[in-house]
Nanobody, 127 residues
Framework: QVQLQESGPGLVKPSQTLSLTCTVS??????????WIWIRQPPGKGLEWMGA???????YYSPSLKSRTSISRDTSKNQFSLQLSSVTPEDTAVYYC???????????????????WGQGTQVTVSS
């Protein structure tokens, strides 16, 4: 069974860079056909797809966040990471990592549409 676990600081100051890591167990992030995805859910709002890295290493970003987002991976640790720069309080959200072999999953409305997902981590942007 594939398991995903997000980690990173829960509090980030405005203008700083938010950095999160997703550790994957029970499966390889280099698996063909799988996409490893970052999504977030601001308070009172729906899921927002942020970006993904494919098993091949190709990277995809949400157009609305592309200028501030960087996704990378460490295959030796079976981890993939998210960096979001110049954060503001509007970036406060629960951040999830997820995975699916059905494409980028950019239009999913619920976590259950993904094959696997982490428990989520609350990130608050505040001074």
């Amino acid at each position: 069974q594939v398991q995903l676990q997000e980690s990173g600081p829960g509090l980030v100051k405005p203008s700083q860079t938010l950095s999160l890591t997703c550790t994957v167990s029970g499966g390889s992030i280099t698996s063909d056909y799988y996409y490893w995805i970052w999504i977030r859910q601001p308070p009172g709002k729906g899921l927002e797809w942020m970006g993904a890295i494919a098993g091949s290493g190709s990277i995809y970003y949400s157009p609305s966040l592309k200028s501030r987002t960087s996704i990378s991976r460490d295959t030796s640790k079976n981890q993939f990471s998210l960096q979001l720069s110049s954060v503001t309080p509007e970036d406060t959200a629960v951040y999830y990592c997820a995975s699916t072999d059905k494409g980028l999953g950019s239009d999913y409305g619920s976590l259950s549409e993904y094959d696997y997902w982490g428990q989520g981590t609350q990130v608050t942007v505040s001074s």
